[in-house]
Each structure stands twice: as C-alpha cells, then as structure tokens.
C-alpha cells in the first residue's frame, strides 16, 4: 500500500467506493448493494447513557430563500441555559443527509448536554455559495435569537462540522464576526475545506487518498462556488474560503483535528496556525495513519480517540465561564 494507513483502518478500504463527485452530482453513482450493506453494518453506532430526544421542524430562511430544515437533538433533562452547537454534516457541498450523523449529533447532546441543531443546507451546484453559508448564518441566528425557548446559554452557542460542513462552520464564524451577528463562543473544524487555491503540499500529493482526494477537491470548488469566481481566483470571497481572509483577529476559540493521510491537512493546519498567531485560543490534533472522514467510517482505536478529543474539545469549548 502506498500510504502507511492505520492498520486498523485497513479493512474499512476495501468498502469505501471509489468515486468520482461528478457521478454523485449527476446521479450516476452505483454501488453494489452488497457493498452498501457493507458500508451501513460497519458505521460508527452511539447508544446514548441518557436518553435523547430528536425532532424536526423548519426554520425562517435567509430572505427570498426556502425554509431551513434542521434536525434538534436534546438530552431529556439537560439543564436549563445548556449550551448549542450548530452542527454542519460533510458531503463536498454537494451530498449529505441529517440521518447519517445521527451518532455524532446524539453523542454530542448526550456526553455534552447541548442542545445540538443539525442543519440541512442547500446543496451545490444547484444552489452555490452563498446559500448554504446563509442558510447556516440564519439558523445560527435563530438559536441565538430564540435561546429562552430553547433553554439554550446565548453566551454559549458553537458552530461546528466536518469537511464542506467545517468550512460552513468556520464561514459562520467569519461571517458574524464581519457582520456583527450573534456571538459564537466556539468553532469545532473537523477536516475543514479552506482553501480554493489547492497549492499545499498535501493537496498537491494526495490525489488518490481514500476517502477524499484532491481531484475530487478541484471538482468541488467548481461546484461550489458556480458563477460567483473561478476556484483560484482573486474574485474569490473569504466567506467561501476561510483561508482567504487576512485577518483572523477576534474569532471564537477553536478545536481542530484533521489525518496524516487528507488532501485537506496541510490548509487545515495552517488555518490553525494562522488563528493561535491571531489571538485565537487553537487546539489542533494531527492524527497519524488517519484518512479523510475515518472518524465516521470506522470504530478503529484511533477513531474512538478521535472522538473522545473531539468531546472534550467542545466540553472546553462550551464550558461555563
């Protein structure tokens, strides 16, 4: 094998399809039912200590844009003025269904005692940058806006997401720093899509990782950006590429992490960088053997790790002051 993956992780390789992101934009993607089945048996699974209760309902939108769904996690019991996450799912901007991040969300609301508010944005490339920041920048302001009804701490809310949702996540957090919005207390990246540009070394290398590679990347930007700018452009607006922006004083603290083995690692580890020479309070976790989104794939020992960081991140994070 050409890369030195976690041993562990080993097994996972031979579900995880390999994919072209067009086929999935298109609509043409197959994979074997078998396979599928393969990939469902071996998700992560969470059984919650406490009991969780999840609901559904539609929010105000962005004006001039449809209603926003998002997906409400709470743990029965949780105190009164417990803290939010704003949780944006991955899927390159293109894909992604609440569903599949049942146990991360559930996890976060029963090990953290957060209200977690799980948003399904709009989706490239029918609806490119902006919809899915504004759609995500609106229901952010909602749980600030409605925090009482919530029980939810207004000085407490984070926004965090994986991947396309990590981008949104730290969007967000640019985005009401400019704006004068709501504030965020906290900002989880995991894996986070920064930078248009591709220039990093392991952008440049990884054009075959499982998981996510860089051709997929390139592919992606298109999609997401539309006719807004060309990836690589100056026309390119921060709010889409975080990495962009020149300044990353006053943003909320953050909890990064990211693998050895993802396209994304170099731009993720310099976003973290650029943030803690910022000001910003930065925790960056760079995990060995670990490809794009194993967190979520596998149950190997370096994912449950992972995820015990990834809890205790936004336990700090979010904690009372």
């Known amino acids: 094998m050409r890369y030195n993956i976690d041993p562990e992780l080993i097994p996972v390789l031979d ?28 998700l992560p699974r969470y059984e919650p200590e406490n009991p969780v209760d999840i609901s559904e309902r539609e929010i105000q939108g962005p004006q001039g844009a449809p209603a926003v769904r998002v997906r409400v996690y709470s743990r029965s019991g949780a105190d009164l003025g417990a803290p939010a996450i704003v ?3 991955g899927g390159a901007f293109v ?4 569903e599949a ?6 996890e976060f609301a029963d090990r953290i005692g957060a209200l977690v508010v799980s948003v399904d944005y709009r989706l490239s490339p029918a609806s ?33 997401g994986d991947s396309a949702g990590g981008n949104l996540a730290a969007s967000a957090a640019l ?5 004068g919005g709501p504030r965020v207390r906290f900002q989880f990246l ?6 248009d540009r591709m220039t990093t070394p392991s952008m440049t290398q990884y054009s075959d990782t499982p998981g996510w590679n860089s051709r997929n990347n390139a592919r992606m930007w298109t999609y997401y950006l539309g006719a807004t700018a060309e990836p690589g452009s100056d026309a390119v607006s921060p709010h889409a590429a975080p990495a962009r922006a020149s300044d990353l004083s006053g943003l909320p603290p953050a909890g990064v992490i990211v693998g050895e083995f993802d396209p994304l690692r170099d731009e993720t580890i310099r976003y973290a960088q650029r943030l803690a ?12 053997g670990v490809f794009h989104g194993a967190m979520l794939l596998a149950d190997a020992a370096v994912c449950r790790r992972m995820r015990e960081d990834v809890v205790a991140m936004l336990q700090w994070g979010l904690r009372p002051k």
Request: with cysteine; aromatic share 8%; charged share 25%.
């Open 95 to 98: 894909s992604g269904e609440l």
């Open 87 to 89: 949780y944006m799912h």
């Open 15 to 42: 579900w995880i399809p390999d994919f072209d992101i067009s086929e999935i934009v298109e609509g043409t993607l197959q994979i074997d039912p078998d396979q599928q089945q393969q990939i469902l048996a071996g």
């Open 128 to 160: 490119p940058f902006p919809d899915a920041l504004e759609d995500v920048y609106a229901v952010l302001q909602w749980v600030a806006a409605n925090a009482e009804e919530l029980a939810v701490d207004p000085d407490r809310i984070a926004v965090a």
């Open 277 to 288: 020479q910022a000001g910003v309070p930065t925790d960056l976790r760079l995990y060995s």
């Open 175 to 179: 985005a009401a720093r400019d704006r």
């Open 190 to 195: 995991d894996a986070p899509v920064l930078d």
């Open 101 to 106: 991040f049942d146990a991360r969300c559930t």
